[in-house]
């Protein structure tokens, strides 16, 4: 049999099944006219030598199971050599995990340092809401953290002139948005994998389901834009490389903008609350047009639903030309 119909039977490149001759564990005749000729057993022992790469040993450690098929037996591991084979690859492997595992967890636990760096944790939370003049009021969780009872208040105001920091590595001037509708959805925070989030969080109603709502907003992205989303963003107080990992871990298409002093709060009056000594936004969703806002999502039940009830409401309400812009197409 010739190399190319034993590499081809047993699923291996020539090439490969040149090595396995070299290394000497499968072993051709020469023909007359100085061909190679393999045994049909070739075929069983490079199919071997491959199955069990596969799983992880190396060339070498097939030699056991190659000479096994040689000496006539039907399966490669019904010899004594090849199960001390299949025990010592385990034994590795087992030695490898271990070791990982310790690597992970002394990982972990770094990232746990540094993650309680970046969010604090201690006192039990209050929710706070800041208004443009007059000191800080306490208020309930459930109303301030899916969104502030006079919210819509905010249905026609002009979007200030607050520059923040994208993760794209632009800013983003808030009344300088440009032509079309902007949807920015307002969160409070996201976790990463294997990291805590703050001491009390997850008993804030409505605090929970940030990364499920951005991604929704990355699944439906497309569809926002055909619905005449000219833009979306995402805005927390969050600093810039935290939401980059978010950016890259969930590969969101749009970008993340951060607001560690609450500029926007305090310019527009958003809903804040503080959980485990960490200030955070509580979660509402502005559709701003030709400078300001013309729609207000709050509360938000359903993060992991709400861009799709964004994506309804572009779709039934379709952009209405500004006087300015009439003015320019009409004259």
């Known amino acids: 049999m010739r190399a190319g119909e034993v590499a081809r039977r047993a699923g291996v490149t020539v090439r490969a099944l040149r090595y396995y001759e070299r290394v000497g564990l499968v072993v051709p005749t020469r023909s007359p006219n100085g061909y190679r000729d393999y045994d049909p057993v070739a075929v069983r022992q490079a199919r071997e030598i491959r199955e069990l790469t596969g799983l992880g040993l190396s060339v ?24 001390v084979a299949y025990r010592h690859a385990i034994d590795q492997l087992s030695e490898r995990i271990t070791q990982l595992t310790r690597r992970r967890d002394a990982l972990a636990a770094h990232l746990a340092q540094a993650a309680d760096r970046l969010i604090p944790r201690s006192a039990p939370f209050t929710v706070t809401e800041r208004g443009s003049a007059g000191p800080t009021v306490r208020c309930d969780p459930p109303s301030r953290v899916g969104g502030d009872a006079e919210i819509g208040r905010l249905a026609g105001v002009r979007l200030p002139a607050v520059t923040l920091a994208a993760t794209d590595g632009t800013t983003v001037d808030l009344a300088a948005l440009g032509p079309g509708r902007t949807v920015l959805y307002v969160y409070p925070l996201t976790g990463r994998p294997g990291v805590d989030l703050p001491e009390g969080y997850d008993t804030i109603p409505g605090a929970r389901g940030c990364t499920a709502e951005a991604c929704g907003f990355r699944d439906h992205h497309e569809e926002l834009r055909s619905a005449g989303a000219a833009r979306v963003y995402g805005l927390s107080s969050q600093p810039r490389h935290y939401q980059r990992e978010l950016i890259a871990r969930l590969r969101l298409p749009f970008a993340m903008l951060a607001d560690p002093d609450f500029a926007v709060r305090d310019a527009l009056r958003l809903p804040t609350f503080e959980v485990g000594g960490l200030t955070l936004y509580g979660r509402v969703t502005l559709i701003a047009a030709d400078g300001r806002v013309e729609h207000v999502f709050a509360p938000v039940p359903a993060p992991d639903r709400h861009a799709v009830e964004v994506l309804d409401w572009l779709r039934t309400h379709p952009p209405v030309r500004s006087a300015a812009t009439a003015g320019r197409r009409d004259g």
């Open 60 to 83: 070498e450690e097939t030699r056991p199971f190659v000479e096994c098929l040689a000496s006539g037996h039907g399966s490669g591991d019904e010899c004594p050599a090849s199960l």
